[in-house]
């Protein structure tokens, strides 16, 4: 056998076989229009952009320490206190080149095979991918449309052995715009009390909020602050996708250091010039952009919720955060692999499967393009829908 076993676990994430898929289409010349992609459409703030370039004039070219720069984990300390109320110190901070990159090494310091992850579906392609290449159990809990999609106590309660190692919380949530309030993720808390669970926190979308009041699931109780590594990055919130940088903080200084042990071993420092930018969209410099951004999303969604109410057989779920709509599509078809895929070769409209996210009977479409692309987009879609033959 050529490949690892380990390798063979997991599967090729789905977001972007369907994005490859699309500009296939278009280099066909095909009229295409992409919901598919999970990163917005803005460009980066010109002082996060002015202090890249000054880094990269003052010649920081060198390795970095390995978990980054003392100066940016301040500037991460920083945030945390004044964003979320956390108190984390320099040492309980990694930076590494996306968040994707922050949770797969937590994946990998943290699952010893056999260990159960617990997985509030729908849910995002990479966590149960990580869990299988690490010789985790992904245990999916299939959350209910009537609870927005977020997992109760009781859910939790169920799911929860002396094998869990790891609870996912994800809020804002990709694909469902759930968002978790402190009282929910208390009560959830309150299960996990006396468990051994460590509760990963995917804060990654958590700038990008409508209405609702972000909670930051280690500031909910002291328990769940010492049991849970919040994970956050500048990818959704900053627009700098392609930067690649994302960090962790863990309570437990242990995890931090495994982390390091790691990426010492594997990738090394991310980007020097990136983590010197980087200060620059945490420090508050940036907030002004990322509100504007923030808005610019809002409207956006309230636009595509809109076009969607006029749509027989297509039902979205309100998202309160993140810049997706998941889309319900079961009063017309069950299997979302076929919908997705006759949607994109009949109309040249790129959306998501749900199955790719645990949840069969859904697409998820990204709201992150222009107003005229939702207005077009949404436009196909509807005839589609009008039309449709299983
Ligand atoms: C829920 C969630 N977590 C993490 C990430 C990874 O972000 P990054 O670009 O920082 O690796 C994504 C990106 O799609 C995401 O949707």
């Known amino acids: 056998m050529i490949l690892s076993e380990r390798i063979s676990l997991m599967e090729e994430s789905l977001t972007l076989a369907i994005a490859q898929k699309a500009r296939e289409l278009k280099a066909a010349g095909r009229e295409s229009i992409s919901f598919s992609a999970g990163e917005p459409d803005f460009d980066v703030p010109q002082v996060v952009k002015d202090a890249a370039i000054a880094a990269i004039n003052g010649a920081f070219n060198k390795y970095t320490a390995v978990g980054g720069i003392d100066e940016l984990k301040e500037a991460i300390a920083g945030k945390l206190k004044r964003d979320n ?94 968002v978790y309030s402190r009282e929910e993720i208390a009560a959830l808390g309150a299960v996990l ?36 590594i919040t994970v956050n990055g500048l990818s959704k919130s900053v627009a700098m996708t392609g930067w690649r940088l994302g960090y962790l903080a863990a309570a437990n200084a242990e995890i931090a250091k495994a982390v390091v042990k790691l990426q010492s071993q594997s990738t090394t420092n991310a980007c020097s010039i990136v983590q010197k930018a980087a200060i620059a969209a945490l420090d508050g410099r940036a907030d002004g952009d990322i509100e504007v951004m923030r808005q610019k999303f809002e409207k956006r969604r309230d636009l595509a919720l809109e076009l969607f109410n006029e749509i027989d057989g297509l039902k979205p779920i309100v998202p309160r955060g993140a810049f997706y709509l998941f889309v319900s599509h079961e009063a017309i078809e069950k299997d979302s692999m076929k919908f997705c895929l006759k949607l994109l070769e009949e109309t040249g409209v790129a959306t998501v499967p749900g199955v790719g996210f645990s949840r069969e009977g859904y697409f998820r479409m990204s709201f992150a393009v222009s107003e005229a692309e939702i207005e077009k987009g949404i436009g196909k879609i509807s005839a589609f829908a009008r039309g449709y033959r299983r």
């Open 85 to 178: 109320g956390l108190d984390y110190s320099p040492k309980n901070i990694v930076i590494s080149s996306g968040a994707k990159h922050s949770l797969f090494q937590l994946f990998a310091v943290l699952i010893n095979r056999g260990d159960e992850v617990i997985i509030p579906a729908p849910a995002w392609v990479s966590y149960p991918e990580m869990t299988r290449y690490h010789g985790g159990k992904a245990v999916i809990v299939q959350t209910q449309a009537q609870n927005d999609f977020k997992m109760t106590p009781l859910e939790l309660q169920a799911a929860l052995t002396d094998k869990t190692k790891i609870v996912v919380i994800g809020s804002p949530s990709n694909p469902t715009g759930s």
């Open 193 to 228: 009390k006396g468990s051994g669970a460590f509760v990963i926190s995917d804060e990654i979308y958590e700038k990008l909020i409508y209405g609702v009041k972000f909670a930051s699931t280690a500031s909910v109780s002291d328990d769940l602050f010492s049991r849970t």
